[in-house]
């Protein structure tokens, strides 16, 4: 057995000190010397004409064919390769939890290969699944079998929970590659996932959930439009994150539908958009929902419509009311457009700077816009997954 | 006058408490086997064992130098195994086993026995990666729960914070004297190698409790190498740091609510997957694929390379093995690549 054991570790080495082999061993280095010289003309000693410790011992596998059938003999080969994987579970909660940490990974090529590691796994459990038992790299996550089994499998908790690992696996692969999944598949969904809530227990799963409203929201936020676009789409999509799960799935479908028929995508070019005048001489509008915070309590308005939710409101104000909100937006937007700022982070902490300064003109709104600050600020330090890269 | 304790931050009534338990399992290693599992079965040897951390306890508060300390624990517990030793009723199999306990503990000595244990690991562990090896020193600390939420007689850990400083890294050990007995004792190798293998060396931007590659495929090539290093470290405790080496495994694989007992179990079937890859491709005997495992997981772990990146080399090793990685590892095998070109061969595959 120890001869065996020195070997075995000669041909996994091939080339070697006698201190190197000594590790990978139980024996002495004089034990082990002598082993190797009687495995002769299949291991040899080198004579020393390279680098190294003086007196050091080097040898070499000569034969290593002839060493590994010595090493083999007396032994039988199993052909079946490994025992049965019993470790999905373990795979589909390490893949779950990939999935839903990529979000805070800074580095988009880190997110990129975390998102591929994610689906390895996933791709093995779902191939112990599927009836004609591919190689688990050939399992296509969009594709028919899958989906058709998935949908037929018995037990429905694990239905949906595989349902929505493959629904997010699939919007992070193709956030990273820049491959976006058609919005109407998105809203189909979501409808779908919005009656299996119920079914997704605990906290992973619930994440997971999250994960899929913000990467399908995350798939139609502008990268290249003007501030105030990006501004009013990011502060829409990390308010339907505070949601509760149900409200948030619920109005997912609508947000993306909103999102999607929007002339280029974009909702919104301006943050107070006037719609007209009503005959008792009150003004329709749309404007940013955060300027209704600082808005004296004496001035009046009343909410119709959201447009984006979480966003932008349609109001009907009084004059006063609508001049003020007017003026702030001009501000606002004044101040974004010179926005040095790229990420949605800075461009939601830029607004809330501007918003205290705009409260601090008026007495008597400063308690009022130290709690939009507050929430603004929080809002910008959500983690959410990042618009889609360019296509590669 | 009583030497200062070698551990930082750890008072020195507890260390010298921790070191006198730990004196006697040293001098008693070649009957630890035996002692734990009567200590498992109950009855007069578990409570030698409790009086055994009684004594510890006194002993320990007394403000005496580390050598007087372990005499005065081995003398008190000495007279109360005498003691035990006159009872009539006392089984057979026990009465045997606490003589030979009482004349082996009589040659404890105030020797660190951690540090004996580290020093030799780390000796090992730095020959196996080389240049790479980045040295390390041993911290002791006391832990007030034991490291599991259900409870083990291993209660005790290991770990490397990260990133390690600049003279080097910092393995600590953690024990929960409460829990500090001879299995906790003979389990200290496996931890201490599970850390200079995995941990000390790596070269990474990050670690992370539930890294596949360096809690899972790195710990299984630990238990590899602690296999062939458990006679060179200490001939006599061998057999018992082997035996609780694996039953500490299988009692962590079964932590599959933790990340680091998914990673282990993961990362060990990717390992298992690996080897009988090279057996059935590469036409390996079963000793060499598990050699060959361990040389290429201590050669990624070399690597200073992103951990995410060698976490997705062990997400390809689902069986069957995928082909793009196939033909690279074959190529590695022949050594005709690196394993730098292999991790960009896996990593590109994403």
């Known amino acids: 057995m120890t001869a065996d054991q020195v070997l075995a570790a000669a041909a996994a080495l091939r080339e070697f000190s006698l201190e190197e082999i000594a590790v990978f061993c139980d024996e002495q280095p004089p034990v082990i010397a002598d082993i190797l010289a009687s495995a002769g003309p299949a291991v040899e000693r080198v004579e020393q004409d390279h680098e190294g410790e003086p007196g050091e011992q080097h040898w070499r596998v000569a034969d290593l064919a002839g060493l590994r059938s010595a090493l083999r003999r007396g032994t039988t080969r199993d052909p079946a390769g490994p025992a049965p994987d019993e470790t999905a579970g373990a795979r589909l909660e390490y893949a779950e939890e990939t999935l839903v940490g990529c979000e805070a990974e800074p580095s988009a090529e880190r997110r990129r290969v975390m998102v591929a590691t994610a689906v390895n796994h996933l791709r093995q459990v779902l191939a112990t699944t599927l009836p004609s038992r591919p190689p688990w790299w050939m399992v296509e996550l969009a594709g028919d079998e899958l989906e058709h089994e998935l949908r037929q499998h018995p037990d429905p908790a694990i239905a949906a929970r595989l349902q929505l690992n493959v629904a997010v696996a699939r919007l992070a692969e193709g956030n990273v590659a820049g491959i976006p999944i058609p919005t109407s598949e998105l809203i189909e969904r979501a409808t779908h996932f919005h009656g299996t809530i119920p079914l997704l227990g605990g906290q992973r799963l619930q994440g997971l959930a999250r994960g899929f409203i913000d990467l399908a929201t995350a798939q139609l936020a502008p990268t290249a439009a003007p501030a105030v676009d990006r501004l009013v789409v990011a502060v829409a999509r990390r308010r339907l994150r505070e949601c509760d799960l149900d409200a948030a799935m619920q109005r997912l479908g609508p947000l993306l539908r909103t999102l999607d028929t929007v002339p280029d995508r974009i909702p919104c070019q301006d943050l107070y958009q006037p719609l007209g005048q009503l005959p008792d001489g009150s003004d329709r509008a749309i404007v940013y929902a955060d300027l209704l915070q600082i808005l004296p309590p004496d001035l009046r308005w009343q909410p119709q419509s959201e447009p984006l939710p979480g966003a932008l409101v349609e109001i009907v104000a009084e004059l006063a009311a609508s001049d003020y909100l007017s003026r702030c937006a001009r501000t606002l937007e004044a101040d974004l457009a010179h926005s040095p700022f790229y990420s949605d982070s800075a461009l939601i902490g830029q607004v809330a700077h501007v918003l205290q300064e705009l409260a601090q003109r008026d007495a008597g709104m400063h308690a009022q816009c130290d709690t939009t600050r507050s929430k603004l600020l929080a809002l910008a330090k959500a983690t959410v997954w990042p618009a889609p890269a360019p296509r590669s | ?350």
């Not at chain 2, 006697?24 to 734990?36: G, M, P, Q, V, Y």
């Not at chain 2, 710990?219 to 082997?242: C, G, M, Q, S, T």
């Not at chain 2, 069957?320 to 690279?328: E, Q, R, S």
Request: proline share 6%; hydrophobic share 45%.
């Open chain 2, 1 to 350: 006058m009583p030497a200062p304790c070698p551990y930082t931050g750890l008072e020195p009534g507890m260390w010298r408490n921790l070191l006198a338990r730990a004196a006697i399992f040293h001098a008693t290693r070649t009957k630890l086997s035996e002692f734990c599992d009567h200590v498992d079965q109950g009855g007069v040897v578990q409570y030698a064992l409790q009086d055994l951390a009684m004594r510890a306890r006194e002993c320990a508060a007394r403000d005496v130098d580390d050598a007087t300390t372990v005499n005065l624990v081995v003398e008190a517990w000495d007279v109360r195994l005498t003691e035990t030793l006159s009872l009539d009723q006392l089984d057979a199999e026990s009465r045997e086993l606490l003589a030979e306990l009482q004349v082996l503990a009589r040659c404890a000595s105030g020797d660190d026995p951690f540090r004996e244990i580290f020093a030799g690991i780390t000796a090992l562990a730095s020959t196996l990666y080389g240049d790479a090896w980045r040295s390390a020193t041993l911290g002791v600390a006391h832990i007030r729960r034991h490291p599991r939420a259900v409870l083990d007689p291993y209660g005790v850990t290991a770990t490397t914070p990260w990133p390690p400083a600049d003279a080097g890294a910092e393995v600590e050990l953690h024990i929960h004297c409460d829990e500090f007995g001879p299995a906790a004792f003979a389990a200290l190798p496996m931890l201490l190698t599970h850390e200079c293998i995995c941990h000390v060396p790596a070269r990474q931007d990050r670690a992370s409790n539930d890294s596949m590659f360096a809690e899972g495929l790195l710990d299984w090539v630990a238990y590899v190498f602690h296999e062939r290093w458990a006679v060179k470290l200490d001939r006599e405790l061998a057999p018992a740091a082997r035996w609780h080496a694996e039953v500490l495994r299988t009692l962590l694989s079964q932590h599959t609510d933790t990340p680091e007992g998914r990673a282990r179990r993961v990362g060990h079937r990717a390992a298992e997957n690996l080897r009988a890859w090279f057996e059935s491709d590469c036409d390996q005997a079963p000793d060499e694929s598990r050699m060959t495992v361990a040389r290429l997981a201590v050669q990624l772990n070399k690597l200073e390379r992103p951990l995410v990146d060698k976490d997705h080399f062990v997400s390809l090793l689902g069986w069957p093995l995928p082909p793009p990685l196939t033909d690279a590892l074959r190529a590695w095998e022949s050594r005709e690549l690196g394993a730098d070109a292999l991790l960009d061969v896996a990593v590109r595959s994403a």
